[in-house]
């Protein structure tokens, strides 16, 4: 079993940064893909970005290519979010989800964090 707590979160004007940690407790943090997830009010769950076990393969949603970055350290049982050049519609709450398979869809995650919010003002 695997615990995840985000942090990083905030409030941020149009354009800044922000980066999200994600910690994972256990000692099998490295069998584990992990993904990206964010939720604004009244919309669905939407995948942001994923990286594999090794970290050596990464995906992102469409909407945050060349913007934000997936990394991990895994001596560290971290993952992280770098987050630039912010926009007002990437507000919500940020969560992290681990998975032994590297997916976009919010189903396959097996465990959850609690959340992060992240408010981006214009």
């Known amino acids: 079993q695997v615990q995840l707590v985000e942090s990083g979160g905030g409030l941020v004007q149009a354009g800044g940064s922000l980066r999200l940690s994600c910690a994972a407790s256990?000692?099998?943090?490295?069998?584990?893909?992990m993904g990206w997830f964010r939720q604004a009010p009244g919309k669905e769950r939407e995948f942001v970005a994923g990286?594999?076990?090794?970290?050596?393969?990464?995906i992102y949603a469409d909407s945050v290519k060349g913007r934000f970055t997936i990394s991990r350290d895994n001596a560290k049982n971290t993952v992280y979010l770098q987050m630039n050049s912010l926009k007002p519609e990437d507000t919500g709450v940020y969560y992290c989800?681990?998975?032994?398979?590297?997916?976009?869809?919010?189903?396959?995650?097996?465990?959850w964090g609690q959340g992060t919010q992240v408010t981006v003002s214009s």
């Open positions: 989800a681990a998975n032994k398979g590297l997916h976009m869809r919010a189903g396959l995650y097996d465990y």
């Open positions: 990286i594999s076990r090794s970290g050596f393969s990464t």
């Open positions: 256990g000692r099998t943090f490295s069998s584990y893909d």
